[in-house]
C-alpha cells in the first residue's frame, strides 16, 4: 500500500504564497506519477498539477503559470509551490499517487490540506 499525508495549508491573503507537501510512504515502487487535486465546497474534485516518473508535468490551465509541482525522490517528498493566490483557489487540496501494484492500477489519496485564500 502506499500512504499520503499532506501538509501546509493555511489562510493566505490574495496575492500571497504557500507551499504544500505531500510525504509519501509504503510501496513507492509502485509510483508512477504523483498529482494534486483540490475540492472546493460544492464543486467537482479537479487535477490542478501532476508530474511522472520521467519528469513530465501537466498543469490546470487555472494553476499555470502560478503554480509548480515538484519532487524530492530521495524523500519521497512532493510540493506544491502556489503563488499569486486567488479566492477561487479556495480548497482542500489532496494528494494523489497513482499506482502500478503489478496486478493492478489504482490511485492512493491523502486525507487533504485546506487552503483558504481570503482578506
Known amino acids: 500500500q502506499v500512504q499520503l499525508v499532506e501538509s501546509g495549508g493555511g489562510l493566505v491573503q490574495p496575492g500571497g504564497s504557500l507551499k504544500l507537501s505531500c510525504a509519501a510512504s509504503g510501496k513507492i515502487s509502485w509510483i508512477n506519477a504523483m498529482a494534486w487535486y483540490r475540492q472546493a465546497p460544492g464543486k467537482q474534485r479537479e487535477l490542478v498539477a501532476r508530474l511522472n516518473n520521467g519528469g513530465t508535468t501537466a498543469f490546470a490551465d487555472s494553476a499555470k503559470g502560478r503554480f509548480t509541482i515538484t519532487r524530492d525522490n530521495a524523500k519521497n517528498m512532493m510540493y506544491l509551490q502556489m503563488d499569486t493566490l486567488k479566492a477561487e483557489d479556495t480548497a482542500v487540496y489532496l494528494c494523489?499517487?497513482?499506482?502500478?501494484?503489478?496486478?493492478?492500477?489504482?490511485?492512493?489519496w491523502g486525507q487533504g490540506t485546506q487552503v483558504t485564500v481570503s482578506s
Open positions: 494523489n499517487a497513482e499506482a502500478d501494484t503489478g496486478l493492478y492500477n489504482r490511485m492512493y
